[in-house]
């Protein structure tokens, strides 16, 4: 009874960002459960190389190129996952970038990219699926938020990047709250240092890594695969009785 709790059989999923990283496994994860899978990102040679790459694993899954940092390609995103797949019952909210800099030498043009996709076009995917799961009766959305969310995760200067995260979490309890009478979950993950394109650099270098892995109990990095498994937890009937929760994923990072 319980492993079934996992299935996704028949249900339709929206991955944004889902190109490669954390998206991806995401999209591998909700598609090995049995769901109709669609993932969006700004490259489409990456966006066709991902569905390749899900087709390899068994997962027919398609790809929609949108820059979720536009309110109106946020908006549009979803409604062309919900018509591609005919409904949307989940929405992983993954699309995102890290900018490293000193606050007074931070652009407004960088601070806008960062909000803008982070936090702002995260907002509109989930408010375009929320209309259509009201519609439904149900739903459920994962945000992907950060450990950097809760710390500045210091030495890295990167005061956009946690503010939005920080936003993800508070907008992720905002709208479970609005939006649990109409059977709606909407979850977050906040994950720690795992091993992706966008950690690729600071875990190259020696005395980053050995700062972090001093500061990470389990001493090592994560894996997309392993957000992933929370991300399916969390938007599986496993959940059933989860929202507004903030899990963090990240080997013991925020313990101490
Ligand atoms: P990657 O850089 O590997 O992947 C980011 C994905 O988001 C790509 O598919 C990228 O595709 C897409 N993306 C970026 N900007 C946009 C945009 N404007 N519109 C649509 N898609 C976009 O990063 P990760 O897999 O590491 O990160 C995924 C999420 O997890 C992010 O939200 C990140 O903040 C979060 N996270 C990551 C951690 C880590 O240690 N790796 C830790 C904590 C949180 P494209 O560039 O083609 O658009």
Not at 123 to 135: E, K, N
Not at 150 to 160: D, M, R, T, Y
């Amino acid at each position: 009874m319980y492993a079934e709790l996992f299935r996704l059989d028949g249900r339709a999923a929206l991955v944004t960002g889902g190109s490669r990283g954390i998206g991806l496994a995401c999209a591998e994860a909700l598609g090995e459960a049995g769901a109709r899978v669609a993932i969006s990102a700004r490259s489409r040679e990456e966006g066709a190389k991902a569905v390749d790459y899900l087709k390899q694993k068994g997962i027919e899954a398609i790809y929609l190129p949108a820059d979720v940092s536009s309110e109106s390609a946020a908006q549009e995103a979803v409604r062309q996952a919900a018509e591609a797949l005919g409904g949307l019952d989940i929405l992983v909210n993954n699309a995102g970038i890290a900018r490293h800099c000193d606050s007074l030498k931070l652009t407004p043009e960088t601070w806008n990219e960062v909000i803008d996709t982070n936090l702002t076009g995260l907002f509109w995917c989930c408010r375009a699926a929320i209309g259509m799961m009201v519609a439904k009766g149900s739903g459920s959305i994962v945000n992907i938020g950060s450990i950097s969310g809760f710390i500045s995760n210091l030495p890295q200067n990167q005061v956009a990047y946690n503010a939005s995260k920080a936003g993800v979490h508070m907008l992720t309890k905002s709208l479970a709250g609005e939006f649990a009478a109409s059977n709606i979950r909407i979850n977050a993950v906040a994950p720690g240092y795992i091993e992706t394109a966008m950690t690729q650099g600071g875990l190259d270098d020696p005395e980053w890594s050995k700062i972090w892995l001093g500061m990470t109990p389990m001493a090592r990095a994560g894996k997309a695969s392993e957000v992933a498994a929370a991300v399916l937890f969390l938007a599986s009937d496993a959940a059933s009785y989860v929202t507004g929760s903030v899990l963090t994923i990240d080997g013991g990072y925020t313990i101490h």
